[in-house]
């Protein structure tokens, strides 16, 4: 079993920054690729980034692609998601994913809480 809990999500202006972070427990998460996702008010979860376990395959979402950056601490079990030049559609309840189960851009075995991003206007 894995455990993940995210922070750092809170409220923005547009065009600033945020970086959030995502601590895995119970067991070691350092060969399984993880990934963020975001679900904003009435719409459908979707993909935002995914790091592979070395961190030599990274994939992103066109729409934050330029903007966001993924990364990982294997040491600390820990996944980041850096992001800048934030706009008003990035805000969402943030997801981390470990252990994906096919697909890296949809289907995972064990997800966090989420973290609330509100970017202002």
């Known amino acids: 079993q894995v455990q993940l809990v995210e922070s750092g999500g809170g409220l923005v202006q547009a065009g600033g920054s945020l970086r959030l972070a995502c601590v895995a427990s119970?067991?070691?998460?350092?060969?399984?690729?993880m990934g963020w996702f975001r679900q904003a008010p009435g719409k459908e979860c979707e993909f935002v980034a995914v790091?592979?376990?070395?961190?030599?395959?990274?994939y992103y979402a066109d729409s934050v692609k330029g903007r966001f950056t993924i990364s990982r601490d294997n040491a600390k079990n820990t996944v980041y998601l850096q992001m800048n030049s934030l706009k008003t559609e990035d805000t969402a309840v943030y997801y981390c994913?470990?252990?994906?189960?096919?697909?890296?851009?949809?289907?995972?075995?064990?997800w966090g809480q989420g973290t609330q991003v509100t970017v202002s206007s």
């Open positions: 790091i592979s376990w070395s961190g030599g395959t990274i």
């Open positions: 994913a470990a252990d994906p189960d096919g697909n890296w851009r949809t289907t995972y075995n064990y």
């Open positions: 119970g067991r070691t998460v350092s060969s399984d690729p």
